[in-house]
Each structure stands twice: as C-alpha cells, then as structure tokens.
T-cell receptor, first 111, second 113 residues
Framework: GENVEQHPSTLSVQEGDSAVIKCTYSDSASNYFPWYKQELGKGPQLIIDIRSNVGEKKDQRIAVTLNKTAKHFSLHITETQPEDSAVYFCAASNGNNRLAFGKGNQVVVIP | DGGITQSPKYLFRKEGQNVTLSCEQN?????MYWYRQDPGQGLRLIYYSQIVNDFQKGDIAEGYSVSREKKESFPLTVTSAQKNPTAFYLCASNHPYSNQPQHFGDGTRLSIL
C-alpha cells in the first residue's frame, strides 16, 4: 500500500518567516494530496489540497507544490503568524477514497 | 451549521468492557470513516463505509466493530478484544467519489481505567 513520509518532524520559525514541510509518497498511482492542520484536542481541518493534474495551488498565505516525477509534495506557509502553530498532516490517495497519512509535523511559530 | 459531531469527548473503559463511540454528520455525505490517532503518529484507518448497510475493514480493524444503519450515523464499538484501546479516535465523512475531501469531527479520547 501507499507509504507517506513527512520531514521534518518539528519545525520552528520566527513570526513572519516562511515554513516549508515536505512529504514523499511511494505509490505512483496516487493522484490526490490533501494537507490538514490539527490544533490541540481538535480534529484535523483541511487547509489545501492538490490533484495530480496540476503542479501548484495557492490560497492566500498557503501553497502546495507537487512533483510527480520525484513523488513528493510540499506545503508552503508564508508570513507565518502565531496562529499557524499546529500539527500539519499530509496525505495521499490513488482515487480509491482511502487516504494514507504521514505522521505529522509540529510547526512552532515564535513571536 | 453542517458538520460532524463526535461524542463523548472523553471516555473511560474498564477492563473487559465494550464501549461505543458516536459519530453523526449532517453533511449529506454517503461515506464515513473511523481513524485512530496515537501520540506522534499519523491517522490509521479502522473501518470505513461508502454507503448505508455496507462497511469495510481498514488497516487496523481487529478489536473494533461498526454498523451503518443510517446515512447520518456511523458508531464505532471498541471491544474487549482490543488490548490497547487508549487513543484519540476521529470520525470523518465525504462524498464517495474519487478524491473528494474528507471532513473530520473533533474526536473522542478513550482511556483505560
């Protein structure tokens, strides 16, 4: 089955700087890649997703890039704010409606 | 507002006891899912259901059971056969078409007394 890995496990950034989280996947048939943000004691919230027919998608301060050849995709957060501090999960699916999740990245924005 | 409601937020289980976690959605989604989350781990799929009266095992179904009698509801029972049930349990739902986003509830934290 699909194996998704996230790096780094913890990321600390100064407020206003950019944060980048990278995920790799193993199944070349995967064609859907969502990113979720999870705050303490809450469920994951979808923040952005990308499908394999595009290489980049942007929504305000958040962007996702996809490299199908290398089988990796990245989340970019610009102008980070304290409220961006959370655990971020990437996931991948090959269209079978089952998501394979990475283990998550703890992002800490230092004021 | 449409959403997914999980209850209770905290649950305690005694040895040898079965407990049932509730998940209700009013998003008109056909598909529903149960995940288990352990500290520092990703989400692992327990069971999922694409339509009423049908469900399939996920990656870690042993010691769990589900039912899907109504579109809005997908309860999860943690049986006494699950030897390590302490975890955060998350329910999700979506339209069962290819690559539709899954939306999550706020989870139930289960602990052993």
């Amino acid at each position: 089955g699909e194996n998704v890995e996230q790096h780094p496990s913890t990321l600390s950034v100064q407020e206003g700087d950019s944060a980048v989280i990278k995920c790799t996947y193993s199944d070349s048939a995967s064609n859907y890649f969502p990113w979720y943000k999870q705050e303490l004691g809450k469920g994951p919230q979808l923040i952005i997703d990308i499908r394999s027919n595009v290489g980049e998608k942007k929504d305000q301060r958040i962007a996702v890039t996809l490299n199908k050849t290398a089988k990796h995709f990245s989340l970019h957060i610009t102008e980070t704010q304290p409220e961006d501090s959370a655990v971020y999960f990437c996931a991948a699916s090959n269209g079978n409606n089952r998501l394979a999740f990475g283990k998550g990245n703890q992002v800490v924005v230092i004021p | 507002d449409g959403g997914i409601t999980q209850s209770p937020k905290y649950l305690f289980r005694k040895e040898g006891q079965n407990v049932t976690l509730s998940c209700e959605q009013n998003l008109n989604h056909d598909a529903m899912y149960w995940y288990r989350q352990d500290p520092g781990q990703g989400l692992r799929l327990i069971y999922y259901s694409q339509i009423v009266n049908d469900f399939q095992k996920g990656d870690i179904a042993e010691g769990y059971s589900v039912s899907r009698e109504k579109k809005e509801s997908f309860p999860l029972t943690v049986t006494s056969a699950q030897k390590n049930p302490t975890a955060f349990y998350l329910c999700a739902s979506n339209h069962p078409y290819s690559n539709q986003p899954q939306h999550f509830g706020d989870g139930t934290r289960l602990s052993i007394l």
